[in-house]
């Protein structure tokens, strides 16, 4: 891409206005850096500078975090034994106990963050997020169909939330689709199967036993705790494909976002975009979901406090998902430490977090006018 070509896809984004509250965002400063061979990129400077402080924050709270429980660890013990050193007993309970958890909660925010991005962009609507469209809860009936009826182990529940999870994706995109999908058409189609599957839930949380009931009320909340190396590598082998996937699409979402016709006119071929990102997304969900339970909010507030930060067009993927890591380690930090005694699940602070965020929103848009 040349400089050029960049300015004019900056200018002409007024597509990210639409998911933010129909607010066109402001353009912002940035730089070209240009190699031997003639190939030039634009740099936003701001954004960048953004997602490494963004990067900083999260590997800090998960320094913090590694450190914090029963057993407390200076920041500067828990860095020289993830090096290597420290004592046996402080490598067994950094290494093997706190480490796997920590990293569910990185690779959970960042996919969650991510997908996020991805539906608010496609769908060109703030409210486009798996929380809203139904894919989480596709993903919590797919578990809790494994878990209560089945009275399945952690491996085979996390293959339902997945199925689960993919089933709904595929299931919204169909109904959704008329000549093509549009965003608001995919919005309403997901709340519509949201709605369902929370109903289909609490149908199953009846069907079982009372142990295996209230297994699966701590999973649905949203938890980190118990999690260890066999939730890391299915979360990390899946970002390792996916990320690379929707990067690679990152130009054809930015023109996705000023209109179909406009990104016809400008090469890309829409639909097949479109499905590639909202599979990508539907995947990112459900590996997330089957890893810690529907976590809320993180996938709703994370792309647009990111896009507030950042203040750039087009979709902020990266920083959205440094965003998404970064909330939810703070949050689990908070679960932790700001209760006593008494440690919540992270999909407790979440939702309170996020529900704030709803609220101070809609305050802000009653205050402009445009609600």
């Not at 085979?156 to 709904?168: K, S």
């Not at 899946?238 to 976002?257: F, K, N, Q, S």
Request: with cysteine; aromatic share 4%.
């Amino acid at each position: 891409m040349n400089a050029s070509a960049s300015d004019k896809v900056g200018v002409g984004n007024g597509g990210v206005g639409v998911g933010n509250g129909g607010e066109r965002a402001p353009r912002t400063r940035g730089a070209t850096l240009r190699t031997r061979g003639g190939l030039s990129v634009r740099v936003d400077v701001r954004a960048a500078l953004t997602g490494l402080l963004l990067a900083a924050g999260a590997l800090t709270m998960s320094v913090v975090l590694i450190g914090t429980g029963d057993f407390s660890i200076p920041p500067g013990d828990v860095v020289r034994t993830l090096f290597g050193g420290g004592t046996p007993i402080e490598h067994f309970i950094v290494n093997e106990v706190r480490l796997p958890r920590v990293l569910v909660g990185l690779l959970v925010g960042a996919a969650l963050g991510l997908a996020g991005a991805l539906f608010q962009s496609v769908s060109r609507n703030p409210l486009g997020s798996p929380d809203v469209v139904g894919f989480g809860q596709g993903s919590a009936a797919g578990a809790l169909t494994v878990l209560v009826l089945f009275n399945g182990d952690p491996n085979q529940v996390a293959a339902g939330a997945v199925a689960g999870g993919l089933l709904t994706g595929l299931g919204v995109y169909a109904l959704a689709w008329r000549r093509g999908v549009h965003g608001y058409r995919l919005v309403l189609v997901g709340i519509g199967a949201s709605s369902t599957l929370t109903a289909v839930n609490g149908y199953l949380l009846t069907q079982g036993h009372q142990e295996d009931a209230a297994r699966a009320m701590v999973w649905l909340t949203g938890s980190l705790n118990g999690r260890d190396w066999a939730q890391v590598w299915p979360l990390a082998c899946t970002c390792a494909v996916l990320v690379p996937v929707v990067l690679g699409h990152a130009r054809g979402l930015r023109m996705l976002e000023m209109g179909d016709d406009s990104a016809y006119a400008l090469g890309v071929r829409v639909e097949r975009t479109r499905l590639v990102l909202v599979l990508s997304a539907v995947l990112l969900t459900a590996v997330a979901t089957s890893a810690a339970g529907p976590v809320a909010f993180v996938a709703l507030v994370a792309p647009q406090l990111a896009r507030r930060l950042t203040r750039a067009t087009g979709p902020n993927l990266v920083p959205a998902a440094l965003m998404g890591a970064a909330l939810l380690i703070s949050a689990d930090w908070s679960a932790q430490r700001l209760f006593g005694a008494d440690q919540l699940p992270v999909g407790v602070v979440t939702g309170v977090l996020g529900g704030c965020y709803l609220l101070g929103l809609l305050i802000t848009e009653r205050r402009a006018g445009r609600i």
